[in-house]
């Protein structure tokens, strides 16, 4: 049983940053993605970013320049350093990975960022 553990969201100003982290525990497997998604209210879930386990990255266009995210195969740990946040970045984000047909979602960590 895979288990992911979410942890480093809040609530921030206008302009300031957070960091979210993403534990995976459980069976071992071998992960080929890990990513962020999240989801406003009333809106679809999104694709915030994503890194292969071949170091590849993948931005949405709405946080190019803000987020980065970096993984640590070694810790099974993915990370969202997320900078410069906009109101419109409210959201509950999801940790994701894939580990070849299986894919394994995160409870979610609420993210509000004040005006």
């Known amino acids: 049983q895979v288990q992911l553990v979410e942890s480093g969201g809040g609530l921030v100003q206008a302009g300031g940053s957070l960091r979210l982290s993403c534990a995976a525990s459980?069976?071992?497997?071998?992960?080929?993605?890990m990513a962020w998604y999240r989801q406003a209210p009333g809106k679809q879930r999104e694709l915030v970013a994503e890194?292969?386990?071949?170091?590849?990255?993948t931005y949405a266009d709405s946080v190019k320049g803000r987020f980065t995210i970096s993984g640590d195969n070694a810790k099974n740990t993915v990370y969202l350093e997320m900078n410069t946040l906009k109101p419109e970045d409210t959201a509950v984000y999801y940790c994701?990975?894939?580990?070849?047909?299986?894919?394994?979602w995160g409870q979610g960590t609420q993210v509000t960022v004040s005006s």
């Open positions: 994701n990975v894939r580990a070849g047909i299986f894919v394994y």
């Open positions: 459980g069976s071992p497997f071998s992960m080929n993605y």
């Open positions: 890194v292969s386990s071949g170091g590849a990255k």
